[in-house]
C-alpha cells in the first residue's frame, strides 16, 4: 500500500500526540500519560525548546497513520558532553519496517543538515523526562513515568542501523522483605551522634523543599552518563508538575549538620488511574479515573534519589532507602520499583542489590551515526 512520510508543522502536534493511544488502545499493559501533559512538554512554550529544537514526522500508510518520530536537537547537551548528537524521541510505529526506516531515514537526514554526526534515543526529549525503550520485562505494565512499548520495536530500531549504547535498570523491591538488619546497624553507626538526620518534606513549606531539590539534582547526577543539567526554567516546569502531588511520605532529605545533603522522591503508580482514561479525561471516564484515585494504589516508584558529591561514602543512600522502604509500607504499597540507574554505575547499583531489590526490567539506548 502507498507510503508516505509527513514533516509535521504546529497544526499537526494533536495527531501526532493522538497516534500511540489509538495504536496500543487495546493493549493490556502500555499506559499514556494525559494527552494535554504530552501536548505540554512538545509545544514549544517548554521550557525543554529554549534551547532545544524537533522536528515532527509522521508515516501514513494508504492515508493511515503507520508511525512517528521526533527528531531532537538539544544544543545543552552537547555544548555540555562537547558532542554534536542528534536525538530522536516519541517513537511509536505499527510492525512495519518500512515505515519505521523511512520514518528514521527523515530524522537522520534532517539531522545530519543540522551539522549532527550521531543520533541518539529514544529520550523524550531527554534523559531528564522519560527515554528508553523496554527490551526485558515485558510482562507488567509500566511504572509511573517509565516507557512501555512492545517487544517488535528494537527490531524496528536495530534493523535501521542502530545499536546499543547503554542499558537502564530498573529495579523491583517487596516490602515484605523490610530492611536488612546488618544494613540497620550501619544506620545507626552513622546516626549516633546526631550530626545526620532525615527529615519528611512539610508541605506547608514546600517552596523551601523544592529548592533544595532543585540544589541537590545537578550536582547529585552530575558524572552520570548522558546527564545534562536542568535550567531553572525546566526545574521550575518539573516542581510545578510535582507540587499537587506530594505528601510528607513522597519526598524527604537526609541533612548533615542541618545541610541538605541528599533527597529521594517516591510516587505511588498513578498509571493504575490513567489507564482508565486513556489519555483524557470526559464525563464517561471521570468516575473510574476518580475511583482508581482513592482507592489505595499498591504499588510505586523511587524515581529519584540523590547525594551531593561532597556528601558521599558516608552510607547516606542507606537511610534514604530505608525511608523509603517505611513509606512503602505505610501506604500499603506491596512492591517498589527503583528506576532508573546506568547498567553500570556499580556505585549505586551495588547499594540497591545490598538492600535486596532485583532488576526487573531494563531499557536501552541506542546509538548511530548519520
Not at 294 to 300: A, E, H, L, M, S
Amino acid at each position: 500500500m502507498p507510503l508516505e512520510i509527513t514533516e509535521l508543522d504546529e497544526s499537526g502536534l494533536g495527531a501526532f500526540v493522538d497516534f500511540p493511544y489509538d495504536l496500543f488502545r487495546k493493549h493490556p499493559y502500555w499506559v499514556g500519560e494525559l494527552k494535554k501533559d504530552v501536548r505540554r512538554l512538545l509545544g514549544l512554550g517548554h521550557p525543554f525548546w529554549r534551547h532545544g529544537e524537533r522536528k515532527l514526522f509522521m508515516a501514513f500508510r494508504d492515508g493511515l497513520p503507520a508511525g512517528r518520530i521526533a527528531a531532537i536537537i538539544n544544543s545543552k547537551h552537547n555544548s555540555f558532553h562537547d558532542e554534536k548528537c542528534g536525538f530522536f524521541g516519541f517513537f511509536d510505529c505499527r510492525e512495519d519496517p518500512e515505515s519505521a526506516r523511512l520514518l528514521f531515514d527523515a530524522a537522520f537526514k534532517w539531522s545530519k543538515a543540522k551539522g549532527m554526526d550521531k543520533i541518539r534515543g529514544p529520550v523524550n526529549p531527554s534523559t531528564n523526562e522519560s527515554c528508553g525503550l523496554l527490551v526485558d520485562g515485558f510482562d507488567s505494565p509500566p511504572m509511573v513515568m517509565m516507557p512501555y512499548n512492545p517487544p517488535y520495536y528494537a527490531g524496528l530500531i536495530m534493523e535501521s542501523g542502530f545499536t546499543k549504547v547503554k542499558d537502564l535498570y530498573a529495579f523491583q523491591a517487596f516490602t515484605r522483605d523490610g530492611f536488612p538488619e546488618r544494613l540497620e546497624k550501619v544506620i545507626r553507626r552513622m546516626t549516633r551522634d546526631g550530626r545526620v538526620t532525615l527529615e519528611l518534606v512539610e508541605i506547608a513549606r514546600i517552596d523551601g523543599a523544592l529548592a533544595d531539590l532543585k540544589d541537590i539534582y545537578n550536582s547529585a547526577w552530575d558524572n552520570n552518563w548522558g546527564f545534562v543539567p536542568m535550567t531553572n526554567e525546566e526545574m521550575d516546569e518539573l516542581t510545578r508538575s510535582l507540587r499537587p502531588l506530594l505528601k510528607p511520605e513522597y519526598l524527604y532529605f537526609v541533612k548533615v549538620d542541618g545541610r541538605s545533603a541528599g533527597f529521594a522522591l517516591l510516587l505511588p503508580d498513578f498509571n493504575s488511574p490513567l489507564k482508565a482514561v486513556h489519555g483524557s479525561l470526559n464525563p464517561l471516564n471521570i468516575l473510574p479515573f476518580l475511583y482508581r484515585m482513592f482507592t489505595p494504589i499498591n504499588r510505586g516508584r523511587l524515581l529519584a534519589l540523590g547525594v551531593k558529591k561532597e556528601f558521599r561514602g558516608r552510607g547516606l543512600e542507606l537511610l534514604l532507602i530505608k525511608q523509603a522502604v517505611a513509606s512503602a509500607a505505610k501506604m500499603g504499597w506491596e512492591y517498589g520499583d527503583l528506576s532508573w540507574t546506568l547498567e553500570d554505575n556499580d556505585r549505586v547499583n551495588n547499594v540497591i542489590l545490598a538492600v535486596g531489590a532485583k532488576v526487573y526490567k531494563k531499557f536501552r539506548i541506542y546509538e548511530r551515526a548519520v
